[in-house]
């Protein structure tokens, strides 16, 4: 009887890869099975389900952790304006230990002897996706064809085209990572520091060109409406945002970074919910949040998201950081007002009942309502005494020296 292995199956050419070499190479019974985390479609996931059957498995599962991944981790990205070195808005950083830990305990439920993945050896996904198995399912053995054959993309087109496995090889080209955070795009372009990526690696094309307007509603740090609807989850805005904002070639760009194992990592990606929606939180927060609070966030939010990115999100410590972004959003509701150009956004403004710029108490440059002329004369001076004090105390050092 062949032994069982469970194998994290998205259909592109890795994995597709993955189920003929450990069927045929290794004589496994493969069972595939595929994470949704909000980047396919409901006929993307009935297309990846028909080719797995095509190419020999045992049996095929969607598991969907969308709603999972979002309660658990997106919405502490967005309280944490996590941008990896402000740029990339962790989309695959971030689903992955999801699909990991789904991948394992259903490897669990069934009785599998081993799980599989499809990472190449040179990156982070091969550290995110083994640590998860290793804590949820440490008796399994771990297979990774990619990167135990050290193979490149062409050698694995080549390998099935030896196997008669039918395929748009030219699209294989770029590997394609969807989910509800971003979708990542990799190609020869990323393997060097100096090219960028052709517009048709995109998966969306810039199909708009009339700038729009568009109002972003919060309410407690979560995107909920958009224009005055107001969805039942935040993941329907977030996915209705994407649909608007996508077509105008906004949230593109390469991120260039430190993976886990220490080289320097190149890859495009295409987020624009994500980017609009980060930057509309934050403006957001900068009129309804105190200096400290803006300051202490920014420090525990930019380490969530290293910690999101290296694959840490199991330790404890990151449920401690949750708590406290958890607390920092009870004022942070309102509307931000953007506007979509091709290729850009601009934040206009906000409007919230609880914005601190507030002008009852005075206009920045213009009128002070909440003291006097006299009163910051006085705050003037008793700021400026302890470096008054460290002049007088320098130049008379100095002047006892030279004498």
Not at 116 to 125: E, I, P, Q
Not at 302 to 307: D, I, P, S, V
Not at 367 to 373: D, I, P, S
Request: charged share 25%.
């Amino acid at each position: 009887m062949s032994q069982k292995v469970v194998l994290a199956f998205s259909g592109g050419l890795d994995t597709t890869y993955c189920v003929k070499y450990l069927s045929e190479e290794r004589g496994l019974e493969v069972h595939t099975a595929i994470v949704q985390t909000g980047g396919f479609s409901d006929e993307e996931l009935k297309e990846i389900e028909e080719k797995a059957y095509t190419l020999g498995v045992k049996s095929h599962i969607t598991l969907d952790q969308t709603e999972t991944f979002y309660d658990q981790c997106v919405k502490y990205l967005v309280f944490g304006n996590a941008l990896r070195y402000n740029t990339y808005p962790l989309s695959v950083s971030a689903e992955r230990v999801f699909q990991a830990l789904a991948i394992a305990e259903y490897a669990k439920k069934i009785g599998a002897d081993s799980i599989a993945h499809g990472s190449t050896g040179a990156g982070n996904d091969q550290i995110r996706f083994d640590m998860a198995f290793k804590i949820i399912c440490p008796e399994a053995e771990i297979i990774t064809p990619i990167r135990d054959n050290q193979l490149s993309r062409q050698d694995e087109i080549d390998y099935l085209i030896s196997k008669g496995v039918e395929g748009n090889w030219e699209k294989s080209l770029y590997s394609i990572n969807q989910g509800l955070w971003g979708t990542s795009v990799g190609g020869k372009e990323t393997l060097g520091s100096r090219n960028t990526l052709p517009e048709e690696a995109f998966p969306t094309q810039v199909t708009e060109t009339i700038p729009k307007k568009v109002a972003l509603t919060f309410e407690k740090g979560e995107l909920v409406g958009i224009d005055g609807h107001i969805f039942d989850k935040p993941v329907q805005a977030i996915q209705e945002l994407n649909k608007i904002a996508s077509p105008f070639g906004i949230g593109r760009d390469i991120h260039v970074g430190d993976t886990i194992i220490g080289i320097k990592g190149r890859v495009g990606f295409e987020a624009a919910a994500p980017v609009v929606t980060i930057k509309a939180h934050h403006l957001l927060e900068k009129h309804t949040l105190t200096k400290w609070q803006l300051y202490w966030k920014e420090q525990l939010g930019n380490y969530y998201g290293m910690l999101t990115h290296e694959g840490q999100w199991i330790d404890p410590v990151m449920r401690n950081i949750e708590k406290f972004l958890q607390d920092t959003q009870d004022h942070v509701s309102g509307e931000v007002f953007v506007t979509l150009y091709p290729y850009r956004f601009e934040l206009e403004g906000i409007e919230s009942k609880y914005d601190l710029m507030n002008s009852t108490f005075g206009a920045y440059g213009e009128m002070n309502n909440a003291w006097t002329g006299e009163d910051a004369r006085g705050f003037a001076t008793i700021l400026a005494n302890q470096n008054m004090i460290f002049g007088k105390v320098k130049e008379a050092a100095e002047e006892s020296v030279s004498e």
